[in-house]
């Protein structure tokens, strides 16, 4: 099977509608504004390292494929990211083309043209790094906090991620998915490779899930499916829109966090009345995409599970440790965190630690009992707990901890009361998450362990109210 981003698809076949426009690409037409784009943004036979501001734009798209059917490695990136964050990614990486459809961004030591819709700054002093021949994709592990720490995936891993998602949803050329995450989102990524794949008819969207013009364009352009995390499900449920609206949707699917199980009930029950297919699902960006997914036939009776490996991969948990493995052909190259690391190679041989603690029933399915690592996931996005500790120190110099769940992140520093105000803005503008998934609370000292680490492990008690914490208490 032919990789996913050389469209081999019939030439007259409808590949793209963008639903704000109404303009219509075909496949043939995509594969000749990418050989045009090509020609555009880089030496023949020298591999440049590119970064994407992405959105869900249809230049935005053919950038992407262009630098895959180019053998330019790209730095995949939200063009929301905070100028701050995404300044300390290009001084880290130092990309040769810097790509976007947004407004001027005037970074210093690039020079600025333009090739249709799409902007390009391109270096004025390239970089003699090596880059390893395999690697083709870089994404963040925690992109809301722009932290260099990037994974490093192949042209492989993309294929292959793609082939089993497409597989196990059983996509087909008939399928008219619209964009309802961010491109630069590894979930939402994988919905535009799978049915690249396919031969499907993509609906690019920019409108949020909650905004009526996402689901007016669902309904007029017949869109089948829709891609979710948590908080999607629970607002829709809560606007009672799954009821109301969609009429063609045939699949839904969730990822990006663990939605509640009265939740999930309430999506099979649904689902069922409906007639359409609800997949739970589960992955991490070091995975590419997709880990495992729960088959909607057996989801009433295995709710709270993240189901069996995907197609062509593997899990078993660990018997010494608990935690969770995945083999597969998706697996990562390995982790980046400077320029000098894109000369690596495949560094994991086909084995990913999750990090998850997780069990495995007599039936077969996994499901997640805890975490190894201080990851949280808020609205679909990963934040490294210790990355938005080091943002709030930086800025204001207090010591600070952050914990949470996945609906809430919170934050302790050893400040005064009146500094929480300023602190929970600077995170919120930052991040860019909603001043209601953040609780900044002062205390006068964080509780720390005879070695002098803070102690998580009393933390999150604050969750279920204000409480003393060693020699701290959180104010309210």
């Known amino acids: 099977m032919k990789p996913f981003w050389k469209l081999e698809h019939p030439a007259t076949n409808l590949a793209v509608i963008d639903v704000h426009s109404g303009e219509q690409k075909t496949y043939g037409e995509i594969r000749a504004d990418v050989q045009r784009l090509r020609v555009d943004i880089a ?3 020298k591999k440049s390292l590119m970064m994407l501001l992405a959105q869900n734009r249809y230049e935005c798209l053919v950038a992407y494929l262009t630098a895959l059917d180019a053998g330019h490695p790209l730095l995949l990136v939200d063009a929301t990211l905070h100028r701050d964050l995404f300044m300390k990614l290009v001084n880290t990486y130092s990309p040769d083309y810097i790509l976007g459809a947004g407004p001027e961004l005037a970074p210093s030591g690039y020079g600025h043209r333009q090739a249709g819709k799409l902007r390009i700054w391109e270096a004025e002093k390239r970089q003699n790094s090596n880059i390893h021949e395999s690697l083709a994709l870089l994404l963040n592990t925690s992109g809301s906090t722009g932290s260099p720490k990037l994974v490093r995936l192949s042209g492989d891993n993309l294929q ?3 082939v089993s998602i497409a597989s196990y949803l059983n996509l087909t050329k008939e399928e008219r998915p619209i964009t309802s995450l961010p491109m630069a989102y590894s979930y939402g990524l994988s919905v535009i490779n799978s049915h690249l794949l396919s031969g499907a008819t993509l609906l690019l969207s920019e409108d949020g899930v909650l905004r009526r013009e996402f689901w007016d364009s669902l309904d007029r352009y017949g869109c089948t499916s829709f891609a979710g995390v948590p908080y999607t499900y629970q607002m ?3 606007m009672g829109l799954l009821k109301q609206r969609g009429a063609t949707l045939r699949t839904l699917t969730q990822a990006g966090g663990a939605l509640a199980s009265p939740l999930i009930q309430q999506m099979h029950d649904i689902a069922k009345q409906r007639g359409f297919k609800f997949f739970v699902m589960y992955g991490q960006t070091e995975a590419t995409a997709r880990i495992s997914y729960l088959p909607f036939e057996v989801l009433g009776t295995k709710i709270g599970s993240i189901g ?3 197609p062509n991969g593997t899990m078993q948990v660990d018997a010494d440790t608990g935690e969770r ?11 980046a965190e400077s320029r000098d690391d894109l000369s690596k190679g495949d560094e994991l041989g086909g084995v990913l630690r999750t990090g998850d ?3 495995q029933d007599a039936d077969g399915f996994f499901y997640i009992t805890g975490r190894m690592k201080r990851f949280l996931k808020l609205f679909g996005k990963r934040f490294n707990l210790d990355e938005v500790a080091q943002i709030v120190q930086g800025r204001f110099g207090y010591s600070t901890a952050c914990f949470g769940r996945d609906d809430l992140l919170m934050v302790a520093v050893e400040a005064a009361a009146e ?9 919120s503008e930052t991040l860019a998450l909603p001043k209601s998934a953040i609780r900044v609370e002062a205390v006068s000292s964080l509780p720390r362990t005879m070695t002098g680490k803070i102690d998580y492990q009393a933390l999150p008690a604050w969750k279920d109210g204000p409480r003393a914490i060693m020699a701290g208490q959180f104010t309210q």
């Open 43 to 45: 030496e023949p036979g």
């Open 160 to 162: 292959a991620n793609a």
């Open 236 to 238: 829709l449920l809560q």
């Open 308 to 310: 069996i490996a995907i």
């Open 325 to 335: 493995m995945y083999i597969g052909p998706n697996d990562m190259l390995g982790y």
């Open 357 to 359: 603690l997780a069990r």
């Open 419 to 427: 500094d929480v105000g300023p602190i929970a803005s600077m995170l």
